[in-house]
């Protein structure tokens, strides 16, 4: 198991186990005014698009599909969200040049934030976060043809707004901005360089009839530059399935 997995399931174990510790009462608790605590996760599907500039070559995704899960745990002003995309294996074109089809994209990308409640309605969050990128290896020649591999981390801060509550549905926004670096697989670049970045996120929160689970499309704006050789925009349109523990 790669390690940005490894640190998404230990993740995910704490939060459950956090939240089963907060079931356990002495005395009778009090009903909360907002209905955001607790531990939520799901699975999520996007369509995306991935315009990545190196240097002279500029590779388009097209529309791609990524499946993943997401998850959020409150407990009084604490927070921690996550969320993980996989893009199995899909087509490219080369559109800086011409229209060829060189066969292989892949894209893992992961989030983690924790934070403070500084409001009913705001969150103040930082973490980390990681994109795994793999282009290339079709019918066309030249060593970034071959398979180009880069891997990106970095750090992560920003806040995300929301209403108090999600009744009768939410709406929430998420700002991010991200500082890191991007290693590269391939000859002829550096082996590292410095990068930064943001990503906005907006959504709506809607009840699926009186069950627990709650349906949540939305978008996403994101953009990465690399010392300024590569830089990666994307958006995306996406829906969680959330489901609320009691």
């Known amino acids: 198991m790669n390690k940005p997995l490894l640190a998404l399931t230990l993740t995910i174990a704490c939060t459950a186990a956090a939240q089963a510790q907060t079931q356990i009462r002495t005395t009778p608790g009090v009903i909360p005014a907002s209905d955001r605590g ?5 699975p ?16 388009e995704s097209v529309r791609q599909h990524a499946f993943g899960l997401a998850g959020e745990y409150r407990s009084g002003v604490f927070v921690l969200d996550f969320n993980f995309d996989h893009d199995p294996e899909n087509g490219l074109q080369i559109t800086a040049l011409l229209p060829i089809e060189i066969g292989r994209y892949e894209r893992d990308r992961g989030e983690l934030t924790v934070g403070w409640s500084a409001l009913p309605v705001l969150d103040i969050q930082a973490g980390f976060r990681f994109d795994s990128f793999s282009v290339g290896a079709g019918g066309f020649g030249g060593s970034f043809f071959a398979g180009e591999d880069f891997d990106h981390s970095a750090i992560v801060v920003g806040i995300r707004a929301h209403t108090p509550t999600r009744s009768p549905f939410g709406l929430y926004g998420v700002l991010r901005g991200f ?20 990503r906005a996120e907006g959504g709506v929160e809607i009840p699926i009839g009186q069950s627990r689970w709650h349906a949540v499309p939305g978008i996403e704006l994101e953009r990465l530059d690399a010392d300024p050789r590569v830089r990666v925009e994307t958006n995306r ?5 959330m489901y609320t523990f009691p």
């Not at 607790?38 to 799901?42: M, V």
């Not at 996007?46 to 590779?59: A, F, W």
């Not at 349109?237 to 399935?241: G, I, K, Q, S």
């Open 237 to 241: 349109f996406f829906v969680n399935f």
């Open 38 to 42: 607790g531990f939520r996760i799901g």
């Open 179 to 198: 500082a890191g670096s991007v290693d590269f697989g391939v000859s002829g670049l550096s082996a590292q360089v410095d990068s930064s970045g943001w």
């Open 44 to 59: 999520r599907y996007s369509n995306y698009s991935t315009d990545i500039d190196v240097g002279i070559l500029t590779v």
